[in-house]
């Protein structure tokens, strides 16, 4: 375990300290923070829906409960379209880190004496792992600790506030976040496994979000809605894909593999 | 101590290492040359269990590769071709990191007392990235010290250095010597193995000869002996011809050199014999033969 604590640290203090790297994990999620809660401020403030539940279209009704009037409904549909938004923070991010972390030091040539020392490869893939996992999630979960908090700050309707913490976004910010970050993470290393230029390596990598960016466009134009059953389905899929990324990772990620084919 | 018995590797059809079979008893510093390409690096990979072999086998400090490779990289240390250190991070940071991960048990006082051993103390504190390349050289050196390994693999120490860099790092190792470690040279740099190395592997992707490097100017030159002789010429050449001891006699510029067996033996007789001619005898010598010479004689016949 201290080993993974040790590098852990070791790429918290050298990866921090790329000024895009640092970008990514402080300004990405304070705007995808934002964005949502400016639609909010700005449907809160506004006159001009009323009405009841019953008249708003069948998609929207699905998201409200009878309590809330059209206006606050239409703010919950609106916010509701991005929350897939969180999910590129635990994409992104793990993409970017991995990327700096593997590719530098493939540049560096500091994998061999790494991997000289007593730590396996297990402790160092967990520990890299780990490095671009966890900011990730702090961000994505400070990130969705912020939008709720301003959104009890500016909505006076405590109902909207209990919409916006349904079983969806829960499995959304607390399951598929983090299986999000794995397949990041492991996409990242197979990437950086064949090329040696870091910046192309996080350009390849964040295809990753092109996924998430077609649910976001087919929510908008109501092909898709993001039911609870699209994302219990979402989990199991991911958890297919994350099985399936790890394990080509993993493969690549062997002493002599690293040693004699990682140029 | 490291052994090999027969220890082969290949990479799909070309073969690196090729039935390499020696023995390197504790405390000895054993060079290992070779042209570019021959698999001296392979060979430090496999015996530092950072890559496996495809036959054969290995042990080192007691322990199998293969079998142990986590308690043989917790008993050596590898000094690789580039020092591989992290630039954006402090020397001390550096050391630190690898402290850690080779379980040493005093982090702060390891990385204090190898800091200083390699005069790098005042400086620990800048990044890695400030450094010459012989500091970054001494730093990595440091590297492979922390956790005190009983075997030390340096591949090419002095590469790149200038001759006061090349200088302190060999008074380094011959510093490390004395306290009993064995040293594995992989390096280009003949006449810093000469120096430096109790016997030596010359290797092209198998093992050519090994020994101490006198014995192999004996072995491939055999040795010669200088006469310089106010008035040399032919017929003392062919007097001397006639010992039995000597192999071969020859003029060159007024010299005659004269290859034989065990000269502390024999030169007296031939110092009779030549004043006896009624020679003028001004020196004696022995016709040194550098290992460069020996090396290329080696690599070519391979």
């Known amino acids: ?61 699905a998201l409200c409960s009878a309590d809330l009037s059209g206006g606050d409904c239409f703010q919950v549909f609106i916010v509701s379209q991005f929350m897939i938004m969180f999910m590129i923070i ?16 493939k ?23 780990l490095a671009a996992i966890i900011p990730a999630l702090a961000a994505t979960w400070i990130g969705f600790s912020i939008f709720i908090l301003g959104s009890w700050i500016i909505i006076s309707n405590p109902e909207i506030i209990a919409n916006f913490l349904d079983v969806r976004w829960l499995i959304a910010i607390f399951v598929i976040g ?7 993470v492991a996409f990242s290393i197979i990437i950086s496994s064949r090329v040696n230029d870091p910046r192309v390596a996080e350009q390849v990598s964040m295809i990753i979000i092109i996924p998430v960016l077609a649910v976001f466009f087919g929510q908008m134009a109501g092909i898709i809605t993001l039911s609870i059953v699209f994302m219990l389905a979402s989990v199991i899929v991911l958890g297919l894909v994350d099985a399936i990324l790890v394990f080509l990772s993993v493969r690549l990620f062997q002493r002599e593999t690293i040693i004699t084919r990682w140029k | 101590m490291i052994t090999t018995q027969n220890l082969t590797k290949k990479f799909d059809q070309i073969t690196a290492v090729e039935n390499l079979t020696l023995e390197i ?46 308690d043989i990289r917790r008993s050596v240390g590898l000094l690789t071709e580039t020092p591989g250190l992290y630039d954006n991070l402090s020397a001390e940071r550096n050391l630190e990191i690898y402290a850690s991960l080779y379980e040493v048990e005093d982090i702060k006082g390891q990385v204090e007392k190898y800091l200083r051993f390699l005069g790098l103390w005042e400086r620990r504190n800048d990044v890695a990235a400030t450094f010459s390349k012989g500091m970054k050289q001494k730093l990595a050196i440091a ?46 740099n003949l006449d810093e193995a000469d120096r430096l190395c109790d016997r030596i592997g010359v290797f092209k992707t198998r093992l050519l000869v090994l020994d101490s490097p006198a014995k192999l100017r004996r072995q491939v030159f055999g040795r010669k002996v200088v006469f310089h002789i106010q008035q040399a010429d032919q017929s003392l050449v062919d007097k001397l011809s006639l010992h039995p001891h000597v192999t071969e006699a020859s003029l060159i510029d007024q010299k005659i050199v004269v290859t034989i067996d065990d000269p502390e033996t024999h030169n007296p007789e ?27 004689q080696l690599v070519k016949n391979a």
């Open chain 2, 143 to 188: 590297r492979a010290l922390l956790h005190e390994p009983r075997t030390l693999f340096l591949d090419e120490p002095t590469a790149g250095l200038d001759p006061e860099a090349s200088r302190l790092v060999r008074e380094f190792i011959l510093e490390i010597k004395k306290q009993g470690r064995t040293i594995f040279i992989c390096t280009h």
């Open chain 2, 25 to 70: 008893p504790e405390g000895e510093v054993f060079g290992f040359l070779g042209p570019n390409g021959a698999g001296k690096t392979t060979t430090v990979r496999i015996l530092t269990s950072l890559i496996t072999p495809t036959a054969g086998s290995a042990t080192v400090n007691g322990h199998v590769i293969g079998e142990e490779d986590i």
């Open chain 2, 270 to 296: 031939l110092i009779r014999i030549l004043v006896s001619e009624g020679a003028d005898i001004q020196f004696v010598g022995e016709l040194r033969r550098s290992l460069e010479d020996v090396y290329l």
């Open chain 1, 178 to 184: 983090p299986l999000m970050a794995l397949s990041a």
């Open chain 1, 1 to 61: 375990m201290n080993k993974i604590k040790t590098i852990i640290r070791k790429e918290w203090s050298e990866v921090f300290k790329n000024r895009l790297v640092l970008f990514t994990v402080a300004f990405l999620p304070l705007i995808l923070t934002a964005i949502p809660l400016g639609i909010i401020y700005m449907t809160s403030t506004s006159g001009d829906f009323s009405g009841s539940v019953g008249d708003m279209p069948g998609e929207f009704n």
């Open chain 1, 90 to 105: 635990p994409l992104a991010i793990p993409a970017s880190i991995s990327s700096y972390s593997i590719v530098g030091e």
């Open chain 1, 107 to 129: 540049v560096n040539r500091s994998l061999e004496p790494l991997l000289a020392t007593p730590i396996t490869t297990a402790e160092l893939l967990i520990g890299k792992s």
